[in-house]
């Protein structure tokens, strides 16, 4: 079982920056390849970012490609995402997600979300 905690939402100016951070419970932390996903008001939730379980592998959608940059410190059992010039689009909830597959089993945890509201 992991536990998910989205923080470092908030409100912020178009262009400007915020940097969300989803620190997880359990020792495991380092197998799961952790994402990051959105969901604006009356849009479905999106795929935002990835990262691989040692870091070392990325992936992002093509709306945040080169403004977001996701990260992780598997000593911390955390995740990081940097999301510069930030456009009122971006405005959603974003969750932190964790998944991994073991001995045939899918295991896929969630966050509560955290706000994030850009103003133009």
């Known amino acids: 079982q992991v536990q998910l905690v989205e923080s470092g939402g908030g409100l912020v100016q178009a262009g400007g920056s915020l940097r969300l951070s989803c620190a997880a419970s359990?020792?495991?932390?380092?197998?799961?390849?952790m994402a990051w996903f959105r969901q604006a008001p009356g849009k479905e939730r999106e795929f935002v970012a990835a990262?691989?379980?040692?870091?070392?592998?990325?992936a992002y959608s093509d709306s945040v490609k080169g403004r977001f940059t996701i990260s992780r410190d598997n000593a911390k059992n955390t995740v990081y995402l940097q999301m510069n010039s930030l456009k009122p689009e971006d405005t959603a909830v974003y969750y932190c997600?964790?998944?991994?597959?073991?001995?045939?089993?899918?295991?896929?945890?969630w966050g509560q979300g955290i706000q994030v509201t850009v103003s133009s």
């Open positions: 997600n964790a998944v991994t597959f073991e001995a045939a089993k899918l295991y896929n945890y």
């Open positions: 359990g020792r495991t932390f380092s197998r799961y390849v």
């Open positions: 990262i691989r379980s040692n870091g070392d592998n990325t």
